[in-house]
């Protein structure tokens, strides 16, 4: 079956840096698309960033840009975001989802999420 | 950004009654490959969003077939023909036509 495991959250102090990791198993990963999607304290959602299967196409939401960073290791299975610059605005938690192009794409999968907490 | 207007945000419903959720898209969500990308999400209180609906009206697997989704280009629905209580929760629409991909803010399913 399908798991989608996140980790790499926290508490860091605006300016601070973290990096989020998503261990994915019961599928082939390296012909999956990949999303980053945020959710902030008790209110909606909003997508983050996405990585195409082999890394050739990312996106990224406007208000990250520059500040994060996705990436992935297909030999290992993971995809990671890289966040720097955080500010109390980034605190959410962040859940990694994936994309089937057999079934409409997009978040048919999520992980159980990783809460971010930017602090002084 | 497309943005996705949900309604509305809260609904009270009696157990065993049906349920419509309604969302408004500010631009057309048919993509240039001819599909109209649409997605419906629940999240039960405590655990991750999950999917029931893609590509407007199919469900994915073992979602109930209480559920369904309808519309087209900018207006669309989730219903709920019957409410159970393991239903409650929030409700999420999100379009993937356009880049950045948006969700809706939310409806709240709550039984009376």
């Known amino acids: 079956q399908v798991q989608l495991v996140e980790s790499g959250g926290g508490v860091v102090q605006p300016g601070g840096s973290l990096r989020l990791s998503c261990a994915a198993s019961g599928f082939t990963f390296s012909t999956n698309g990949m999303h980053w999607v945020r959710q902030f304290p008790g209110k909606g959602l909003e997508w983050v960033a996405f990585m195409q299967y082999d890394g050739s196409i990312k996106y990224y939401k406007e208000s990250v840009k520059g500040r994060f960073t996705v990436s992935r290791d297909n030999s290992k299975n993971t995809l990671y975001l890289q966040m720097n610059s955080l500010r109390a605005e980034d605190t959410a938690v962040y859940y990694c989802?994936?994309?089937?192009?057999?079934?409409?794409?997009?978040?048919?999968?999520w992980g159980q999420g990783t809460l971010v907490t930017v602090s002084s | 950004d497309v943005v996705m207007t949900q309604s509305p945000l809260s609904l009270p419903v009696t157990l065993g009654q049906p349920a419509s959720i309604s969302c408004r898209s500010s631009q057309s969500l048919v993509h240039i490959d001819g599909n109209t990308y649409l997605n419906w999400f629940q999240q039960r209180p405590g655990q991750s969003p999950r999917r029931l609906i893609y590509k407007v009206s199919k469900r994915d697997s073992g979602v109930p077939d209480r559920f369904s989704g309808s519309g087209s280009a900018t207006d669309f629905t989730l219903e709920i023909s019957r409410v159970e209580a393991e239903d409650v929760g929030v409700y999420y629409c999100?379009?993937?036509?356009?880049?950045?991909?948006?969700f809706g803010g939310g409806t709240k399913v709550e039984i009376k």
């Open positions: 999100m379009q993937g036509a356009h880049w950045p991909l948006t």
């Open positions: 989802a994936k994309e089937s192009p057999q079934l409409g794409y997009y978040f048919d999968y």
